[in-house]
């Protein structure tokens, strides 16, 4: 069975900063891996999504990539502001349509 | 708007009364799921289904049930609750590669 795990479970950064989360997963025959932000009381929000074929994707500030056969993926974020305070999910599928989700990092920009 | 619809959004109910969580979707996607969020457990996959007529369990599907006879409605039915299944539902659909959520739906058994 899959297992997903995202380190750190927390993190606390000032404003400006560069950060890296990371995800790992145990079984490297996935389909694809996407990244989420949820905002406390509301659903989640997809940020990036990266084929099993693909090493990363870049979007804005932020930049997801891939290594499929040591099960790990990383989410940069550049720049940090406040309002990227969020928790951060990332959720790998399998060829089967199942997805398996991380526990999350919760991230805090401190102005 | 494009969206994913989940009623209701706040449920407190007893053990053993049978209750239905409404999703829908007015995108027209094929692929729709129901998950589970506890803390430091992530979310987890209940149910999800491929099509009209198609569903499969995702990993925790105990004491759920799902049904889609259409393609917009996928609802979440639980039949006997029960206190362990107190907890944050989300619904989900999907397009292409990319799932999108509903506001998800706070449910306490007692």
């Known amino acids: 069975k899959q297992e997903v795990t995202q380190i750190p479970a927390a993190l606390s950064v000032p404003e400006g900063e560069n950060l890296v989360l990371n995800c790992s997963f145990t079984?490297?025959?996935?389909?694809?891996l996407q990244w989420f932000r949820q905002d406390p009381g509301k659903g989640l929000t997809s940020l990036l999504l990266?084929?099993?074929?693909?090493r990363e994707q870049t979007s804005g500030r932020l930049n997801a990539s891939l290594d499929k056969s040591s099960g790990r993926s990383t989410l940069y974020i550049a720049a940090s502001q406040p309002g990227d305070s969020a928790t951060y999910l990332c959720?790998?599928?399998?060829?089967?349509?199942?997805?398996?989700f991380g526990t999350g990092t919760s991230l805090t920009v401190i102005p | 708007e494009a969206q994913v619809t989940q009623n209701p959004r706040y449920l407190i109910t007893v053990t053993g009364k049978k209750l239905t969580v409404t999703c829908s979707q007015n995108?027209?996607?094929?692929?729709m799921s129901w998950y589970r969020q506890d803390p430091g457990l992530g979310l987890r996959q209940i149910y999800y289904s491929m099509n009209v007529e198609v569903t499969d369990k995702g990993d925790v599907p105990e004491g759920y049930k799902v049904s889609r006879k259409e393609k917009r409605n996928f609802p979440l039915i639980l039949e006997s609750p029960s206190p362990n299944q107190t907890s944050l539902y989300f619904c989900a659909s999907m397009r292409g590669y990319e799932q999108y959520f509903g506001p998800g739906t706070r449910l306490t058994v007692t």
């Open positions: 079984d490297s025959a996935i389909y694809n």
């Open positions: 990266i084929q099993s074929s693909q």
């Open positions: 995108m027209n996607h094929e692929y």
């Open positions: 959720a790998v599928r399998n060829a089967g349509n199942q997805f398996y």
